[in-house]
């Protein structure tokens, strides 16, 4: 059965740092794109960054610089390394293969100014 978890969201202030985790199961990530989108309330959902199978990462203009996506083939896991955190950033994070076959349920990431 294929799953994806995600975790690692919570309440932090502005200028922290978090890492979100996507630990998958019944599939092998490294033999998918997989990204991580997000949603904040009353918004659509957004691109935020995307690993590809050779491991290149692609991100969303609004975390540029700030986020960093990678990957554990090992622990079969991807990650989201966020820094320097705005009260913009607040959102349901999703992680999900590149072609959006598979999504997990999402972590709540709030920032505080």
């Known amino acids: 059965q294929v799953q994806l978890v995600e975790s690692g969201g919570g309440l932090v202030q502005a200028g922290d740092s978090l890492r979100l985790s996507c630990a998958a199961s019944?599939?092998?990530?490294?033999?998918?794109?997989m990204k991580w989108d997000r949603q904040a309330p009353g918004k659509e959902r957004e691109f935020v960054a995307l690993?590809?199978?050779?491991?290149?990462?692609f991100y969303g203009g609004s975390v540029q610089g700030r986020f960093t996506i990678s990957r554990d083939n090992a622990k079969n896991t991807v990650y989201l390394q966020m820094t320097s955190l705005k009260p913009e950033d607040t959102a349901v994070y999703y992680c999900?293969?590149?072609?959006?076959?598979?999504w997990g349920q999402g972590t709540q990431v709030t920032v505080s100014s």
């Open positions: 999900a293969t590149s072609g959006e076959r598979y």
């Open positions: 019944g599939f092998t990530v490294s033999s998918y794109g």
């Open positions: 690993i590809n199978i050779g491991g290149k990462p």
